[in-house]
């Protein structure tokens, strides 16, 4: 089996992540992979790990990348794929009209993933225009089932998105060494309880919330201590001084530590006493929340979106009912007087996610011979 997975680029994030790790299983599987971007800095793992990458600028939503819809076809001509797999709008509409160019009898099968709650119109909709329709949770099957009665709901498959658990094992404790210079760099934190607020510095991911929170348990609890990991971009650098002058105006500066963007996320997850989930929008999934699960980190977050079901099925006591301050600040006392345990997580494996796509595109194929 051969398949052609479509994407805008590949330098980082969950898409990216999850269309290298799909390649890499379907590579151990005896299959052949091919994946179509822009590029970008995780081509040569992926080419390492045995796909192939062909660079068509598939990524902009411009009219001057219907320039891309012959060169496209002709791709899908020469290499022949049993199954194209789009991951994205811009690469959705120029597939679309791609396949319009060749005989039917002649297309290969047509799969999407929706990754996100897309603004409802008709430039999203092409992401309900596929053969099978692949879901990451529960709430993003809702969405299509809301916004497009077009879709079929027997053509929507829920395949959660999965961690690789010897990635994230239950009980990690990051090392000495790393510890020493955690300290060293931010020797504030050193003997705290501390409370990690994970994710980019935007107005969406709940900081205010945390805010407010410190400066109801902070006298009470001078032990507490929040740190925000996650940097802000050039854009969002004014947000982030009005939100350090809020802090130092509560007098919380003492309270709070920003250590930017790390790409040793498993460390910050695995030494925070509790991690927080306040996004003020539904996230389609929620993989940071999942990861701390699987360290053995409680999570408490407001109960929506995909970070709901995963709470739901693995700690039911970290759910909060949206903006319900007063339960907020009551679960993070509990969790202060009284360590919780966290069981260790069996389910979400990024095997199961692997396995589970693998067979939907076996089903497509054979339902056609």
Known sequence: MKVMQLLP????????????????????????????????????????EGSK????????????????????????EA????????????PAWLTHFALKGIPAHKRPHLISTVHGFYSINRYSQIMTQAEKVIAVSDSVVQYIQDNYKNCPPQDIVRIFRGIDPVAFPHG??????????????????ENKFVICLPGRITRLKGHETLIDLMQQ?????????????????????????EM?????????????TFVGHRSDIREW?????????????AETFGRTALEALSLGTP???????????????????????????????????????????????????????????????????????
Not at 269 to 281: D, E, G
Not at 325 to 354: G, N, R, Y
């Open 79 to 90: 290499e022949q794929p049993d199954i194209l797999h789009v991951r994205s709008r811009v």
């Open 172 to 189: 990690y404790q990051p090392s000495a060494q790393w510890m020493i210079n955690t300290y060293k760099d931010f020797p504030q934190l």
């Open 299 to 369: 999570v408490i977050g407001w109960k929506r979106g995909g970070v709901a079901e995963i709470l739901s099925r693995l700690y039911p006591q970290g759910l909060i009912n949206i903006d319900d301050q007063v339960a907020l600040i009551h679960a993070i006392q509990q969790h202060i007087d009284t360590p919780q345990q966290v069981a260790e997580v069996t389910s979400f494996s990024l095997k199961e996610m692997c396995d589970q796509t693998l067979a939907l595109y076996k089903q497509v194929v054979q339902a056609s011979n």
């Open 244 to 256: 350090q002058n809020t802090i130092a105006t509560k007098g919380l500066t003492e309270h709070i």
């Open 53 to 76: 990458h062909c660079t068509l600028a598939i990524h902009k939503k411009a009219l001057s990348s219907l320039w891309q819809i012959r060169p496209l076809r002709q791709l899908i």
């Open 9 to 48: 680029e590949l330098n980082s994030g969950g898409v990216e992540r999850g269309t290298l790790e799909i390649a890499r299983a379907l590579v151990a599987d005896g299959h052949e992979s091919l994946v179509v971007s822009h590029g970008g800095r995780l081509v040569n793992q992926l080419e390492t």
């Open 217 to 241: 348990l902070h006298s009470q609890y001078p032990q507490l201590h929040a740190v925000v990991v996650g940097g802000a971009d050039p854009k969002k650098a004014a947000y982030l001084e």
């Open 269 to 281: 997850l695995a030494l925070s006493n509790v991690v927080l989930s306040l996004s003020n929008q």
